[in-house]
């Protein structure tokens, strides 16, 4: 009997555990993985397409999904992988801005619900990983 309810402890408490902290990385580490490599491989993306011929996707949307997964990262790491949801709803009002912004052609570019897409699903994405990389 007493060995059954250690496994069963033993079991709830891995159960409890399970998706927290799984990736234990300095902030360095965090940092490295979470907002210089998406904005260095977005760039990379970006700039060789002048060289090489990429479809839109490639181009233009996975640079702008890399660089909005490093912004919400970045606030993440700021708040020690705190969710704020005040500077969180600060930067998806940006998103929604800046594509206004292009669509009324008051800044270059242009005004595209795919790039808001994109935007939302990558820093979405970045929120749901939140907890593997809390410190």
Known sequence: MIDNQHRA???NNINRNVGRNI???SLKQDSFLNIILPVLVGNYLYFMSFNVSLTGF???QLPDGLWAYA????????WNRQINIFWISIIYIIFISFEALQHFHLISGTGDWLDI?????FSTSSLLTNKFFIH
């Open 58 to 60: 490639w181009r233009n």
């Open 71 to 78: 912004l919400i990262s970045s606030v993440l790491i700021i």
């Open 9 to 11: 402890a033993t079991c």
């Open 117 to 121: 897409i994109i935007y939302f699903s």
């Open 23 to 25: 990736m234990r990385l």
